[in-house]
């Protein structure tokens, strides 16, 4: 009989330092992910975090975002707290939680907060709680700019104008906005949802001070999951990633989780790494200008399965 997983809610899910632009700059990053009850939504289509809820109390989450700021130091300019969920909605980051949090990261004079959030708790009060303490990003996931493709393919429950109020809403109080865009929603083709992702970004431009381009994998428990053990959904290619990124002006950045993997965004294999890394050194320095000359096999192959697939389903993207 195998054993019942024990959770320890007094310590994030995770936490990692890393490097983020601040100002145009190169900055040292620490980012968390802290055990909520989760998303209240809990409704989309991609996202499996839900299986990392858990009835966390404002205690423990003040407990694990102090276990997480252990990894922080001096030179840690930039901390982005994730919660898999909406780090403004009170019933998953309780009040007391969210303003000592708040409180102490201000003491200890981080330059940048970056949260995650639905446009539907971004309020005026909500962020002035943020802005009265320290400069933050609102971080919102749009995912396309298409409603029918967000309602439909992904659920995400909002509309393109529920972003944008959002979006003027916080730079009105004097605050910024990151828009995360996602490469290849289920029921999208390659070339579709290549198409879809430029010309989001493109329109979220206006509202968003930087654009995040999300590649989409595999989680456990979802309607993609199921797609792809069907043999209905493949990961996006990474080729697909590096003509979005060429194809809209900066600042886009993206974190190719799980790249080279079967569930996560691939090529061939033999490239995997080389375009993968290339795509993290451009979310630092903006350059497209090394994205430019890489090459594979592989990348003919691409090509030649997003002309198939027009030829099937049709340039209705």
């Not at 989309?44 to 694990?64: N, R, V």
């Not at 969920?85 to 004079?109: H, N, Q, V, Y």
């Not at 090529?267 to 050194?281: F, K, L, M, P």
Request: one cysteine or more; a neutral charge.
């Amino acid at each position: 009989m195998a054993k019942e997983r024990v959770l320890d809610l007094r310590r994030p899910v995770t936490v990692w330092r890393s490097q983020d632009l601040q100002d145009g700059r190169t900055a040292q990053s620490l980012t968390m992910i802290l055990r909520t009850v989760g998303c209240r939504w809990n409704r989309c289509t991609m996202c499996g975090f839900a299986g990392e809820g858990a009835p966390a109390s404002a205690l423990d989450l003040i407990a694990q975002f102090e276990c997480a700021m252990q990894r922080s130091s001096s030179d840690v300019s930039v901390v982005k707290i994730y919660t898999s969920g909406s780090f403004l909605d009170s019933a998953e980051m309780p009040i007391m939680a969210r303003d000592e949090i708040l409180k102490r990261l201000a003491a200890l004079g981080i330059k940048k907060l970056v949260i995650e959030t639905r446009p539907e708790y971004v309020t005026p009060q909500t962020i002035e709680i943020c802005l009265a303490r320290l400069p933050t990003e609102f971080a919102i996931g749009l995912e396309t700019a298409s409603d029918l493709i967000r309602e439909n393919a992904i659920k995400k429950g909002f509309s393109f104008q529920d972003f944008a109020d959002a979006a003027e809403a916080v730079h009105r109080q004097g605050g910024r906005v990151k828009a995360y865009l996602l490469l290849k929603p289920p029921l999208l083709t390659e070339g579709q949802a290549m198409r879809d992702a430029i010309a989001s970004a493109r329109a979220a431009r206006s509202h968003a001070d930087i654009i995040s381009l999300n590649l989409c994998n595999v989680q456990r428990n979802t309607m993609v999951e199921r797609m792809w053990e069907r043999g209905e959904y493949r990961p996006p290619w990474l080729w697909s990633a590096l003509e979005v990124l060429k194809s809209v002006p900066g600042p886009i950045v993206c974190d190719p989780v799980g790249a080279g993997t079967r569930r996560g965004p691939h090529n061939c294999g033999e490239c995997d790494d080389s375009v993968a890394d290339a795509i993290r050194t451009h979310a630092l320095s903006q350059d497209v200008a090394p994205l430019q000359s890489l090459d594979c096999p592989c990348k003919s192959t691409w090509t030649e399965l997003m002309e198939l697939e027009e030829q099937s389903f049709g340039n209705i993207v």
